[in-house]
């Protein structure tokens, strides 16, 4: 990488570092970007004093007045081939209007320039671009607006380095085959279940109430996979994604919005140089940091910044107190709002980043090409990938699962959501909607659910571009999550579950099926927990958990129980592939033992009464959630004492500990009963059969799961400083993740679990066995 130069001393002088505020009268907006007028110093927002929000409930549609002109401008407005080169001499400050001339030959340091005026073109054609790229075929694209050889096709599938070979040939067709017979087998199984306690009542004249609710408990704790399952039958689906790079400096132009609100400075720095230091010319891309926490030191440093960076901008919005601000989303609007006064006025795209991500350098040339080559996309987002993960990643705190399998099979069926950071929009669509939907939690997925409903496209790239940092600690993690789940379930219900309503009316089918599986899977949670409550209380009281009305149902039974466990083990080993098969096992985990808090706190934030401890949960930046027990820092962690008594008790970690050791003595009574009660040997094993130890041992993989936040407080993961996380270049103190942050690292923990599921494995297939001896 080429040193970074600092920029003309006059340029500096007339830009100086200014925080935006608000004037008590609308200034005269420009009529179009083609007018270069002199800024004054300091910079106010087009439209005065601060503008009302955006409520989800009824967004602004109406389009900001006088900027027709500016977001009606396309691509085409930027080429140059019937201009005279004297035309393109661009006015002092703000963005050039026109892109170099053609002719001149492609130089990978080409690609990035820190004068703010045009150089010479940096890109040949595509026919030129063959050798370096031999997937790119002559007439890829066909957009008028989109120029010959500006867009460069690298391979034709953007995922190709999470999955090749054949891995992607079970993925894609092992899979789905798999997904089939295991709903088969499921349905065939809990159906013959039923139809056995029936024909057991009948013949024994008497009800089984129990067996009823322990095959309900089993189908709840089902539901879950089964859904997963469901979805997944849509791999077969090809998704047409291919990885593309924008080549040149012949480029849209792209504000780039950086929210914070609280975190560390060092952490914020981090994000904000590496958004300046993006392969992209800087003279086509604003970097502006919207900063909720009003931290005077960070304003500071992005002044000094703005010597080497002048296309960086620091804002903060004024709040006023009884007037609500809406977190993040009424940051995003107020920055939206704020940059039509800034020299050039607003970009043609937008882009965010949380405070925490850092990007990788190609991240905008990756991105918007699939903006570009198709008018009606309205947003596209990379996964979010995370480089400070512990080792075995015990919390289940990455996304691999949901960025490396769900995403992409909701991509191919047109279901792409903004996961909130990384994204790239059309300021055209967000306008269309009124930006960024105020009243929820989850403004991300809003969004992109606004865009979906009003005809706009969403895409998905399947490109490692932004690396973040996960909560550091226990409590930290349970208020991200929580909040996940109240803001996707906040957002279901104000859009009706994308089932009917004008701002869903332009959704298709799977589109509106996509968005009520996963709000109807958060509410799920409640259902699960009662459930899973309900396990010991039924194991306890000594009755018969499965019915039958004679060994033949009991054999079929215990056939049916194997033949369904098999193969949703072997769907399991394929389905997880793209994310890893450790990782897709802690995500089943996870499920069972964070539902009880994913629950309780949404029957807080939407069922009870303030006077009963009802409440909603404000937004918190994850950055900004700041740890108590240091419980990941071997040098500074709090005493085991502390953090068990915090976690089990602040944390209400004690519920999933007593709930543990109900579960052992239940299991104990009921076994110690069925020895007492039964005298031959056939009678002692068919009783502990349908009583605790029906296969697969539910009640063993249930408590595995729930004692995990007592392991994690007894014995938390060892995390080096961030610092020894990053590479950080000495000239620029420009910092990325080290390839080895990039990665979740083994730990012993992993053989535990795995263990655990091969002998529930082992155990069903000796019950099977001997169903044919006895």
């Keep these: 990488m080429p040193p970074l130069r600092k920029a003309d001393r006059r340029r500096s002088e007339q830009s100086p570092m200014t925080e935006m505020s608000t004037v008590s009268a609308p200034s005269t907006l420009r009529e179009s970007q083609e007018s270069f007028v002199e800024k004054p110093m300091t ?82 054609s595509q026919e030129t671009l063959k050798p370096l790229v031999p997937d790119a075929p002559s007439t890829y694209f066909k957009r008028d607006w989109v120029k010959e050889g500006s867009i460069a096709q690298l391979h034709s599938r953007d995922d190709k380095e999470f999955l090749s070979g054949r891995k992607r040939w079970l993925f894609r067709w092992v899979a789905p085959l798999l997904c089939l017979i295991s709903l088969s087998l499921y349905w065939f199984y809990f159906g013959l279940r039923i139809t056995f306690i029936v024909d057991a009542q009948r013949h024994y004249k008497a009800p089984f109430p129990l067996a009823w609710v322990f095959v309900a408990i089993e189908i709840s704790i089902a539901i879950p996979i089964f859904m997963q399952t469901l979805w997944s039958l849509f791999i077969i689906k090809k998704r047409h994604r291919p990885k593309l790079r924008l080549v040149g400096n012949d480029v849209p132009t792209v504000d780039v919005f950086i929210t914070c609100c609280g975190e ?44 080497t960076f002048p296309n960086v901008y620091y804002m903060r919005r004024p709040k006023f107190p009884n007037v609500p601000h809406h977190f993040k989303a009424g940051n995003l609007n107020y920055g939206l709002d704020a940059v039509h006064s800034l020299p050039g006025g607003a970009s043609e795209f937008m882009a965010a980043l949380d405070a925490d991500m850092i990007p990788e350098q190609q991240w905008l040339r990756a991105v918007l090409p699939h903006l570009l080559i198709d008018d009606k996309m309205g947003l596209a987002c990379p996964p979010q990938l995370f480089y400070n993960v512990p080792r075995d990643d015990p919390l289940c705190q990455s996304l691999d699962f949901f960025v490396h399998v769900s995403e992409p099979v909701k991509d191919a069926l047109g279901v792409a959501w903004c996961t909130g950071s990384g994204y790239v929009a059309r300021t055209t669509a967000l306008a269309q909607i009124g930006n960024f939907p105020c009243g929820s939690l989850a403004e991300d997925v809003a969004t992109s659910t606004l865009l979906l409903g009003s005809g706009w496209k969403t895409a998905f790239v399947h490109e490692a571009l932004q690396f973040g940092t996960v909560p550091e600690d226990y409590g930290g993690h349970l208020k991200q999550r929580t909040r996940w789940a109240i803001g996707t379930v906040d957002t279901a219900f104000k859009l009706r579950f994308c089932l009917w309503g004008d701002k869903v009316k332009h959704m298709t089918f799977a589109q509106r099926s996509s968005s009520f599986i996963y709000a109807f899977l958060s509410l799920f949670n409640i259902f699960l927990t009662l459930s899973i409550f309900a396990m010991p209380i039924v194991l306890i009281a000594n009755k018969p958990l499965v019915a039958y009305a004679n060994d033949t149902q009991l054999r079929w039974l215990i056939r049916v129980c194997f033949a369904n466990m098999v193969f949703n083990r072997l769907c399991e080993f394929v389905l997880f592939i793209p994310a890893g098969y450790a990782t897709g096992q802690r995500g089943s985990r996870y499920q069972l033992w964070m539902a009880p808090y994913i629950s309780l706190t949404i029957i807080r934030s939407f069922v009870l009464p303030t006077w009963l401890g009802g409440q909603r949960q404000a937004f918190k930046a994850t950055g900004s959630i700041k740890s108590a027990l240091n419980e990941r820092d071997p040098k500074r962690r709090a005493p085991m004492w502390r953090r068990i008594w915090t976690i089990c008790v602040n944390y209400l970690a004690g519920f999933h500990v007593a709930y543990v050791y109900f579960v052992l003595v239940a299991v104990t009574l009921s076994s110690y009963r069925t020895f007492l009660t039964q005298h031959s040997l056939r009678g002692k094993l068919v009783g502990l059969l349908t009583h605790a130890f029906w296969p697969p041992l539910a009640w063993l993989i249930v408590c595995s799961s729930f004692w995990i936040p007592f392991t994690y407080a007894c014995d938390p993961p060892n995390c080096p400083d961030r610092e020894e996380l990053l590479i950080r270049d000495p000239k620029t103190n420009v910092a990325h993740p080290t390839p080895e942050a990039k990665k979740i690292a083994f730990a012993p923990q992993t053989v535990l679990f795995e263990l655990e599921y091969s002998i529930t494995t082992a155990f069903t297939a000796l019950v099977f066995v001997a169903a044919f001896f006895y």
């Excluded at 500016?70 to 209007?97: C, K, Q, V």
């Excluded at 919207?290 to 931290?295: E, R």
């Design 43 to 124: 910079v106010h927002p087009v439209y005065g004093s601060y503008r009302e929000s955006v409520s989800l409930d009824q967004p602004r549609l109406s389009r900001r007045p006088g900027l027709s002109d500016l977001h009606n401008r396309t691509l085409s407005d930027l080429m140059t081939e019937s201009i005279p080169d004297s035309a393109l001499e661009p006015p002092s400050g703000g963005f050039p209007l026109f892109a170099p001339g053609a002719g001149s030959t492609y130089s990978e340091s080409q690609t990035r320039s820190s004068s703010p005026y045009p150089v010479p073109s940096p890109f040949r």
């Design 264 to 307: 560390d400075d060092d952490l914020i720095l981090d994000t904000v140089r590496a958004a300046c230091d993006l392969d992209y010319p800087q003279d086509r891309f604003r970097v502006i940091l919207l900063d909720d926490g009003k931290s005077d030191p960070l304003k500071n440093v992005l002044e000094e910044m703005r010597e």
